[in-house]
């Protein structure tokens, strides 16, 4: 039995929709359901799981629709009325709800104090918003991406000529003053500032800085594309980088960035060597440069928070020490494949972090190794289907392609839980690599249900004779609601081997692989 409703100009975040969405499915009698925006995505996404029909054919991007499929017609119109009562909950407050507003002037009413907004709409609006923000005077962060690179290159010119950050488009997270915003962690306050257009690699080294005993004055996001397109110029991270110069609280800058464009980084640099202040530097998918002036490159994400924070207690850099040493991940790695079949040869990563699926994917090619993955584009590297692994693959699963009408799996980890038993089941899974990612926005206790279906995946591997291992990192603090040391303690329950960043966790893996691939030679 299928149900759908369209309610005409019903504007609500994704974010909201996609938990909407999520509790929806646990529902008694449930098949499938999505709450989303009649965008022509999300409209593509209901047409490909048999979902559109009726009036949601010419639903209008800021129209909401709900459709249901249900095995009983009562199990649907139960479902319709749930949903009917979180979205009127949400829209106009109920109990003990606070009253949230549906637009920036009714926000400003109620806080005309605010000097930031985050802006959490579809992509085809979130420009428009964004505009009136900085012609407000205020600070802008644009959560959501599909963004046109050239509005995002006319709205920071715009705030630039007003000294306003504009973080974004597609800016995940950010800490500044000490308030972390959407994805963020809870890290002590210090004298190292970041500038980053990477979210989940702000986070890594935001943590690593934190497990390192150091400190953040304040971490900017910038959105992805700021350094990678020409076109934008690295606009915000040069702006960033002269707010740190000029903030006393910080002493040392750190910039960290998915692989640049060349003259970008250039300028990028150049602007670094005249803060006057020590600076680390790390593009990922590039072997860092030789160091020179007050600019030292790391190889790594958590190479460049150890840099960081010898800087900023005035000490020199010392290679850190790792939990496990060469010669000790060698006899892990050995023991781990002791069980394995000769079919296992395979690397199987599922990240729900970008950043750190492209960490991980450039340490493996830089052994030698030819990952597929679908953060590369080009022929015979890319994916043939994001949804498939062949040989060794590392997937980013917080791309759009998984994400459409669906939570992110740093809110909602049964995405990737999924894709854990598909690979379980394939015999030449050797071992499956990921990364949990805690904090504000993420799920309440991620380490939980991926700690069973880690056991589940173990227990169906060892069902047809071989031994599957797992390893992950996790990003986040003890001073996170979900706590860093409670969540690996369920992981490590489960026979998962957890590491302290997500560079350890993917050298232990290479090293794991390494050994399966020669076993059998």
């Given amino acids: 039995m299928k149900k759908i409703l369209v309610r005409k100009n019903a504007y609500y975040d994704s974010v909201f929709l996609m938990l909407a969405t999520k509790g929806l499915k646990q529902s008694p009698g449930i098949r499938e359901a999505v709450v989303a925006m009649g965008t022509e995505v999300n409209l593509a996404l209901l047409k490909e799981i048999g979902l559109l029909s009726g009036e949601a054919e010419s639903a209008k991007p800021n129209d909401l629709v709900i459709a249901i499929e249900a095995e009983t017609g009562d199990a649907a119109e139960e479902a319709c009325r749930i949903a009917e009562d979180i979205l009127k909950k949400k829209g106009h407050g109920g109990g003990e709800e606070e009253y949230r507003p549906v637009s920036l002037e ?77 994805f963020a962690n809870v890290v002590r306050r210090g004298p190292i500032g ?30 992805g594309r700021d350094l990678q397109d020409r076109r934008v110029r690295g606009r915000m991270m040069l702006m960033g980088i002269e707010a740190l110069k000029q903030d006393p609280e910080t002493r040392v800058i750190v910039v960290l960035s998915k692989p640049p464009a060349e003259e970008v980084a250039a300028t990028v640099l150049s602007k670094l060597e005249r803060t006057g202040k020590p600076c680390v530097v790390h593009f990922l998918g590039r072997k860092p440069s030789a160091s020179g002036g007050s600019v030292r490159f790391s190889a790594n994400m958590e190479e460049a928070a150890a840099m960081a924070v010898a800087l900023s207690k005035g000490e020199e850099y010392r290679e850190i020490s790792r939990s496990f040493s060469n010669a000790k991940m060698a006899t892990v790695a050995e023991a781990e494949v002791q069980n ?11 990240f729900a972090g970008g950043t750190l699926a492209i960490e991980a994917l450039a340490l493996f090619e830089q052994e030698g190794f030819k990952v597929l993955s679908n953060v590369r584009k080009e022929p015979g590297l890319a994916l043939r289907s994001p949804h498939r692994s062949e040989g060794h693959t590392i997937v980013d699963m917080g791309d759009d392609v998984f994400t459409l009408g669906r939570p992110h799996p740093m809110i909602d980890p049964s995405l990737r839980e999924e894709r854990m038993a598909r690979e379980a089941a394939d015999p030449g899974t050797a071992l499956l690599l990921l990364d949990v990612v805690l904090g504000y926005g993420a799920h309440e206790d991620p380490c939980g249900p991926l700690g069973e279906t880690v056991a589940s995946a173990k227990t169906t591997v060892a069902g047809r004779g071989g031994y599957l291992s797992v390893i992950a990192s996790i990003t986040g603090t003890e001073r996170d609601f979900q706590n860093i040391a409670e969540q690996k303690k369920k992981l490590e329950a489960a026979g998962c081997l957890v590491l302290p960043s997500n560079y350890q966790a993917a050298l232990m893996a290479l090293h794991v692989i390494r050994k399966a691939n020669t076993r059998w030679t």
């Fill in 194 to 223: 970041l500038v980053a257009a990477s979210g989940s690699g702000l986070q890594e080294v935001c943590c690593c800085i934190d497990r390192m005993g150091g400190g953040i004055s304040q971490a900017i996001g910038t959105g």
């Fill in 106 to 182: 009714g926000a400003l009413s109620i806080f005309p104090e605010a000097n930031l907004v985050v802006i959490s709409v579809p992509g085809l609006y979130a420009a428009r918003e964004a505009r009136k923000a900085l012609n407000r005077g205020l600070h802008v962060m644009i959560f959501s991406d599909h963004v046109p690179v050239e509005e995002e290159v006319e709205l920071k010119e715009r705030a630039l000529q007003r000294g306003l950050l504009m973080m974004g488009p597609d800016c995940g997270t950010a800490i500044l003053n000490g308030k972390p915003l959407c």
């Fill in 340 to 350: 394995m079949t000769s079919e296992q040869k395979y690397v199987r990563g599922l």
